[in-house]
């Protein structure tokens, strides 16, 4: 009997071994039925007892060998959709993988004890059998990820966007204190530290926001809305909070050429606060923050250069992925280190733009961060537009 058969014909014991097996994966399987536990393993089993019956060529069994999924929509979607279901139960990704291995043991055992002969005659079907679980473990394995990384995107969405009632709520209440305060008093530099700790609250939040949007949006990336816009104006604005926000520091602007175009303010704003404030975190404060805003007929560029350790080459793609940064043994403000975010949304910011960020570090020059905007043909000159910081 061939192992195609010997699947068909013994599908009910085979499917009992996988539910036993479900059964003992913890609390994720306590409350689930039969149903739930052998969740798409007879469809998963029906094609690859279909795929053993179908000739295949070298040239299929090297694709397949690779993690190339094959022709069969139906066995993707069973194991897709099994991935993505076990994700949604509470299985780890360790469980998931367990009843594949399980059921590769028990299709191989019960094989072998019941036709012996049939086994040792049959090893190429031995050997497709193994490529086929192992595609279906990629597969289940891609979706289960994917779910994950949707479940946690929503969840960091939910919280930024449930901090800000009470985000507002402190920074109006300590804002009012610092009002009816005497500057001298101790409620005021409480309100101070009060006030400056959620406006850091704010900026984190947002950061969650911002991450839901650019992986759940329809179109993926960060919305932008363009305006006429004086990008040496906006870079005072940014430079000059920054400044307040940490005189320990002192940032230097300079501008030159034609910084008109039209791009979304705010969100310009925000990535050069973002690319200020890692410079702020991880520069010397012995040496000064200089902001350059240089412009030519094509382009527009902002460079945000400090002097401090250098990047190493091998982590400075790192640097632009959401939830990597250096070391906060490497920033000069330990207390205010980020999630890492910061510089993943300026980049999506640029990006929206039809521009992008790059950066240069030596121990010799330091660090410069550059902003690279395109320029469109009249973008200076658009009718209908606001001048100046257009918000």
Same mark, same amino acid.
């Given at each position: 009997?061939?192992?195609?058969d010997?699947?068909?014909?013994?599908?009910?014991?085979?499917?009992?071994? %996988?539910?036993d097996?479900?059964r003992?994966?913890?609390?994720?399987?306590?409350?689930?039925?039969?149903?739930?536990?052998?969740?798409?393993?007879?469809?998963?089993l029906?094609a690859?007892?279909?795929?053993?019956?179908?000739p295949q060529?070298?040239?299929q069994?090297?694709?397949?060998?690779?993690?190339?999924a094959?022709?069969?929509?139906?066995?993707?979607t069973?194991?897709?959709?099994?991935?993505?279901?076990?994700?949604?139960?509470?299985?780890?990704?360790?469980?998931?993988?367990?009843?594949?291995?399980?059921?590769?043991?028990?299709?191989?055992?019960?094989?072998?004890?019941?036709?012996?002969?049939?086994?040792?005659?049959?090893?190429?079907d031995?050997?497709?059998?193994h490529?086929?679980?192992?595609?279906?473990?990629?597969?289940?394995?891609q979706?289960?990820s994917?779910?994950?990384d949707r479940?946690?995107?929503?969840?960091?969405?939910?919280?930024?966007?449930?901090?800000?009632?009470?985000?507002?709520?402190?920074?109006?209440?300590?804002?009012?204190?610092?009002?009816?305060?005497?500057?001298?008093?101790?409620?005021?530099?409480?309100a101070?530290?009060?006030?400056?700790?959620?406006?850091?609250?704010?900026?984190?939040?947002?950061?969650?926001?911002?991450?839901?949007?650019?992986?759940?949006?329809?179109?993926?990336?960060?919305?932008?809305?363009?305006?006429?816009?004086?990008?040496?104006?906006?870079?005072?604005?940014?430079v000059?909070?920054?400044?307040?926000?940490?005189?320990g520091?002192?940032?230097?602007?300079?501008?030159?050429?034609?910084?008109r175009?039209? %791009?979304?303010?705010?969100?310009?704003?925000?990535?050069?606060?973002?690319?200020?404030?890692?410079?702020?975190?991880?520069?010397?404060?012995?040496?000064?923050i200089?902001?350059?805003?240089?412009?030519?007929?094509?382009?527009?560029?902002?460079?945000?250069?400090?002097?401090?350790?250098?990047?190493?080459?091998?982590?400075?793609?790192?640097?632009?992925? @959401?939830?990597r940064?250096?070391?906060?043994?490497?920033?000069?403000?330990?207390?205010?280190?980020?999630?890492?975010?910061?510089?993943?949304?300026?980049?999506?910011?640029?990006?929206?733009?039809?521009?992008?960020?790059s950066?240069e570090s030596s121990?010799?020059e330091?660090?410069?961060?550059?902003?690279?905007?395109?320029?469109? @043909?009249?973008?200076?000159?658009?009718?209908?537009?606001?001048?100046?910081?257009?918000?």
């Amino acid at each position: 009997m061939t192992l195609s058969d010997f699947i068909t014909r013994h599908m009910e014991e085979i499917l009992a071994e %996988w539910e036993d097996f479900a059964r003992t994966l913890g609390p994720a399987a306590d409350t689930m039925d039969v149903a739930a536990l052998r969740d798409h393993a007879q469809q998963m089993l029906t094609a690859i007892a279909a795929d053993l019956r179908r000739p295949q060529s070298p040239a299929q069994q090297e694709a397949k060998s690779k993690g190339e999924a094959p022709s069969d929509a139906t066995r993707t979607t069973a194991a897709a959709h099994h991935g993505s279901l076990r994700a949604e139960r509470g299985f780890t990704i360790v469980q998931m993988i367990s009843e594949y291995r399980a059921l590769r043991a028990s299709v191989l055992r019960l094989y072998a004890r019941a036709h012996p002969a049939d086994a040792r005659a049959h090893s190429d079907d031995l050997g497709r059998f193994h490529e086929a679980i192992d595609q279906a473990v990629a597969e289940s394995v891609q979706t289960f990820s994917n779910e994950l990384d949707r479940s946690r995107d929503l969840f960091l969405g939910i919280i930024g966007h449930d901090l800000r009632n009470p985000i507002g709520a402190i920074l109006r209440s300590a804002g009012d204190l610092l009002d009816t305060e005497e500057p001298a008093g101790p409620c005021f530099r409480a309100a101070s530290r009060i006030l400056d700790s959620a406006r850091r609250m704010r900026v984190i939040a947002g950061d969650f926001l911002d991450l839901t949007r650019i992986r759940l949006g329809p179109g993926g990336g960060i919305p932008i809305a363009p305006a006429q816009t004086d990008l040496a104006r906006l870079a005072r604005q940014i430079v000059d909070e920054a400044a307040s926000a940490h005189p320990g520091h002192e940032v230097r602007l300079e501008a030159r050429g034609n910084t008109r175009g039209r %791009w979304d303010p705010g969100r310009l704003g925000q990535a050069l606060g973002n690319l200020l404030q890692n410079a702020i975190r991880y520069g010397s404060a012995e040496a000064p923050i200089t902001v350059t805003v240089r412009a030519d007929p094509d382009e527009v560029a902002i460079d945000v250069h400090n002097h401090g350790p250098m990047i190493p080459e091998d982590r400075r793609d790192d640097l632009f992925q @959401p939830m990597r940064r250096l070391s906060a043994t490497t920033s000069t403000h330990p207390a205010e280190a980020s999630l890492g975010l910061g510089l993943y949304i300026a980049r999506e910011i640029a990006i929206a733009h039809g521009g992008d960020i790059s950066v240069e570090s030596s121990d010799l020059e330091g660090t410069t961060f550059t902003l690279r905007l395109p320029v469109k @043909p009249g973008s200076s000159t658009l009718p209908g537009t606001r001048d100046g910081l257009g918000t």
